[in-house]
């Protein structure tokens, strides 16, 4: 729990959930790092308040993870509307994604690596790890950038995989086709360092 000033902390303890209060905002990477090195598993999943994941949803990056040359396991997502946009709006911005992620995977696969779909050792991360931000990703792409070192990074496929996620940060740009415009710009400018050696 983030310092948050809502019913968060009522809502754990209504539900039985070990609660690690944090005594002031820390922002994601604080906060992740403080989760980090107060969870006692032999795994990592990372998940976020605003994503919607299949009850299966993590099996099958424990079973990735539990190959000692794979240190990261990741999957992809969907986007549900907050704001009441149509599933259809979404399929171009979803399917340039697919095409991202299979250019990145080839050299720059750290950056397809998300906070709210993602999985790693938690030794590994103690040990290798952390969260930074770095100028071409987000924290959770810098723990999977330093995770390298150990091994690989292990896409996952498959409905079981897939978390379904808000469309807030893509309604924070205004209409969608700006959203998708801007992206288009911001990724095609980093081709380059995608395909170099």
Known sequence: NDASKDRTSDILAEMGVNELLLPFNMRPK???QKGLEAAKGDFILQADADT???IDWGISYIQQLEDSS??????SHSFVSEYGRSRLSFCLHESLG???YAIRS???AYINVHGFNSAFRRKDGLEHGSYEHTPTGSEDGHMALMLMKVGH???VSGKDS??????????ADGVLKWSFAKRIKKE???LAEYLSP
């Open 52 to 54: 919607l994941y299949p």
């Open 70 to 75: 794979n240190a990261v396991a990741y999957g």
């Open 30 to 32: 604080g906060a992740r």
């Open 153 to 155: 990074l292990k896409y």
């Open 188 to 190: 095609g400018s980093r």
């Open 98 to 100: 697919k095409i991202l």
């Open 162 to 171: 897939r978390a379904w996620t808000s469309d807030r940060r893509l309604h």
């Open 106 to 108: 080839r050299k720059r």
